[in-house]
């Protein structure tokens, strides 16, 4: 591939179209990448966590792995843009949203990495604090009224410091954690099963009764939800495939990573749960507290674990897109490693001890809201390339002001007005669901538009931009 002629403040190392010599990750990079993100604590809360919203377990785990089904078809067409032209998932953006229209999606993607970075951080601290704990620290849990205790502050602080090595040292470095990890957190995995299942009877591990709710279990909304939760990668996934070898090891690696074991993990996460109330006669829903709760040896290398799982998430899911997306702000000023710092740094600001206090604002408001944002997105990008274009880019003209990709003073309004007409309808439902607004002052259509917000916002999105899009010449 030929350099491209550029604009330095478009263009710098990191944002260049990959090379043949940098293209090394194989399926079996791929499916580690996936396994090392998705054993993770929000994973394993996942299904557990739809009990208390009127789910049974054997629902919840279907509805984990359909919605996982549905998120891997845009995560691979967008990943194949990845392997066949080495973008990453900013500079793809320009393409559709203009060379300086692309900011916009790049800061929303970064933003909620931000947030999810901190999500992890916050569940490394627990982690943390568990195993200090169980070898003899003695340190203390939140008071009444608190959402975190100080010490749990402190191992907070102390668990983002780690990911700063990482983004120092490049996406190579977080491949090599990923194949090292992904084993022993399967094994860790499989040794909390067996542990439940012999302490256990399967008769009463598996007899939970899902929760009775006004209404009933809110099906759409659920699967809105967890579609989210992966939507952030369905974006930005072009950042790992730009350094597959061929689409087949992206397809391949992420089809065999990623539906089956989001649904095996939330399975471990509802069998971690009923154990933790048959057995303590308190039901943990973060497997911190479980383990916490054995006080063994054993528990304290499964607190290691978490903490190591944790980690694989954090810097592959919440720092390598952000780095990408804050450098596509200023290519000539910020590097790949300086905008990952500026995301940690970001990261600190968010309080996710507060967003995780009750599973609805997890499940609905967390998941469900940047799912909205980001399915619009994903729509837009989706159509440009593949029934705009058809898979035809001037790379070029990515790097460069003045190119086909200029539209109008560098944004596409066109790519703006289908974001907002995708995702400006699904905002009331948003502000009642997060409790800004009254259910009763909202009309009950626009609340129901909300449980279908990724779906809404990617369909809306993609029908306006392809009405309104400008046919590239032949």
């Given at each position: ?5 550029s ?5 710098n ?22 396994i ?8 394993y809360?996942?299904?557990s ?8 377990w ?23 843009t ?5 973008l990453p998932?900013p ?24 947030g ?8 490394g601290?627990?982690?943390?604090h568990g195993f200090?704990n ?8 939140p008071?009444?009224?608190e ?43 499989v ?27 809110k099906?759409w909304?659920?699967?809105t ?7 952030t ?9 730009r350094f597959?070898?061929?689409?087949r ?9 990623l539906?089956?074991?989001m ?12 154990a933790?109330?048959?057995?303590y ?12 709760q054995m ?25 390598v ?7 596509n ?7 790949f ?7 940690a ?13 009750t ?12 799912g909205?944002?980001?399915g ?22 990515l ?8 539209y ?12 907002a007409?995708?995702v ?9 669901v ?21 779906f809404?916002?990617l ?13 590239p010449?032949?």
């Amino acid at each position: 591939m030929s350099s491209p002629r550029s604009d330095s403040s478009l263009i710098n190392d990191d944002l260049r179209p990959t090379t043949n010599i940098q293209r090394t990750w194989r399926i079996r990079d791929f499916t580690a990448l996936w396994i090392g993100m998705v054993v993770c604590v929000p994973t394993y809360t996942m299904a557990s966590s739809m009990l208390d919203q009127g789910f049974t377990w054997q629902m919840a785990i279907w509805l984990v792995f359909l919605a996982n089904c549905i998120v891997l078809v845009p995560m691979i067409m967008l990943g194949r843009t990845g392997t066949r032209h080495g973008l990453p998932f900013p500079v793809l953006a320009r393409a559709s949203f203009g060379v300086k229209g692309a900011n916009l999606p790049a800061i929303l993607r970064g933003l909620v990495a931000c947030g999810w970075f901190s999500i992890n951080c916050y569940f490394g601290a627990l982690a943390l604090h568990g195993f200090l704990n169980v070898v003899g620290m003695g340190l203390a849990g939140p008071g009444d009224g608190e959402f975190i205790s100080t010490s749990q502050l402190v191992c907070f602080y102390l668990f983002w410091a780690v990911h700063i090595y990482f983004i120092w040292n490049g996406v190579e470095s977080i491949r090599k954690l990923e194949v090292f990890a992904a084993p022993l957190m399967l094994a860790a995995s499989v040794a909390l099963v067996v542990w439940a299942v012999t302490q256990v009877p399967a008769g009463q591990l598996f007899d939970l009764p899902a929760k009775v709710v006004e209404g009933g279990p809110k099906t759409w909304a659920a699967l809105t939800g967890l579609v989210g939760f992966w939507a952030t990668l369905a974006l930005n996934v072009p950042d790992f495939t730009r350094f597959a070898k061929s689409n087949r090891d992206q397809v391949i690696g992420q089809a065999v990573g990623l539906p089956i074991p989001m649904a095996l993990f939330s399975m471990v996460g509802v069998i971690g749960f009923s154990a933790s109330q048959i057995l303590y006669g308190k039901a943990q829903l973060f497997p911190d507290g479980l383990l916490t709760q054995m006080g063994t040896f054993a528990s304290a290398l499964g607190l290691l674990v978490i903490l190591l799982a944790n980690l694989t998430t954090n810097v592959a899911a919440n720092l390598v897109s952000p780095s990408y997306d804050f450098s596509n702000i200023a290519p000539d000023k910020i590097s790949f490693r300086t905008g990952g710092l500026i995301a940690a740094v970001i990261g600190l600001l968010f309080m996710p001890w507060k967003l995780l206090a009750t599973s609805g604002g997890y499940l609905f408001t967390w998941l469900g809201g940047y799912g909205t944002l980001l399915g619009a997105i994903a729509g837009i990008l989706l159509t440009d390339y593949y029934l705009i274009r058809k898979g035809n880019l001037e790379v070029d003209d990515l790097y460069r002001r003045h190119g086909a990709y200029e539209y109008s003073g560098g944004w596409n309004v066109h790519a703006l007005i289908a974001f907002a007409l995708g995702v400006l309808p699904c905002l009331p439902g948003y502000l009642v669901v997060s409790g800004v607004l009254d259910r009763a002052s909202v009309p009950a259509g626009l609340v129901s538009l909300f449980d279908f917000g990724w779906f809404f916002s990617l369909f809306v999105a993609g029908a306006y931009y392809y009405a309104t899009a400008k046919r590239p010449s032949k």
